[in-house]
T-cell receptor
């Protein structure tokens, strides 16, 4: 079965700083999804990557999928307190629009 | 955008009772819905995949007789926790897959179940 490892487990940054978090898969990724979650709430869809080398941006968040399609990074520029939360990556490992497997998540805190 | 609702948002029940949780896609049709369970500071664990008009597919280790799933329409799936026990206390989240180019899943806000 596919396993997703996210790193670091948690991160505290000063407001205004840039940061990068990672998601590494044990298998080739057919689809990699990034979500954000506030504790005790649902998941907010951020971005989805499919192609090797693909990069997408939304506001100050950029996500990349490496050429081998086994690792993705999410970069936040000039972090703000509103970026704080849990970032989860989810993967579709079969390409058949099947169920997603999730990593354990990365807890991001942003100090004002 | 695609919105998924869950009801109730939280519920407290006595041990031995059954609890029903509803998951609705408000502005799109979802042929497939998923039910997840999340423990504090843990990731989401998929419990079952629910397809409209057919039986749900349960993940290994999930008791189908305990967690009854019904997907009666393209916008509604229900999860019933039967004879709930304190160990069933958890955060339950549903998601619905939209028929878009990316087939992304949109998640509900979750239901906090506490069994006394």
């Amino acid at each position: 079965s596919q396993e997703l490892e996210q790193s670091p487990q948690s991160l505290i940054v000063q407001e205004g700083k840039n940061l990068t978090i990672n998601c590494t898969s044990s298998k080739t990724l057919y689809g990699l999804y990034w979500y954000k979650q506030k504790y005790g709430e649902g998941l907010i869809f951020l971005m989805m990557l499919q192609k090797g080398g693909e990069e997408k941006s939304h506001e100050k968040i950029t996500a990349k999928l490496d050429e081998k399609k086994q690792q993705s990074s999410l970069h936040i520029t000039a972090s703000q307190p509103s970026h704080a939360g849990i970032y989860l990556c989810g993967a579709d490992s079969t390409g058949a629009n099947s169920k997603l497997t999730f990593g354990k998540g990365i807890t991001l805190s942003v100090r004002p | 955008g695609a919105v998924v609702s869950q009801h109730p948002s939280w519920v407290i029940c006595k041990s031995g009772t059954s609890v029903k949780i509803e998951c609705r896609s408000l502005d799109f049709q979802a042929t497939t819905m998923f039910w997840y369970r999340q423990f504090p500071k843990q990731s989401l664990m998929l419990m079952a995949t629910s397809n409209e008009g057919s039986k749900a597919t349960y993940e290994q280790g999930v008791e189908k007789d305990k967690f009854l799933i019904n997907h009666a329409s393209l916008t509604l799936s229900t999860l019933t926790v039967t004879s709930a026990h304190p160990e069933d206390s958890s955060f339950y989240i549903c998601s619905a897959r939209a028929a878009t180019a990316y087939n992304e899943q949109f998640f509900g806000p979750g239901t906090r179940l506490t069994v006394l």
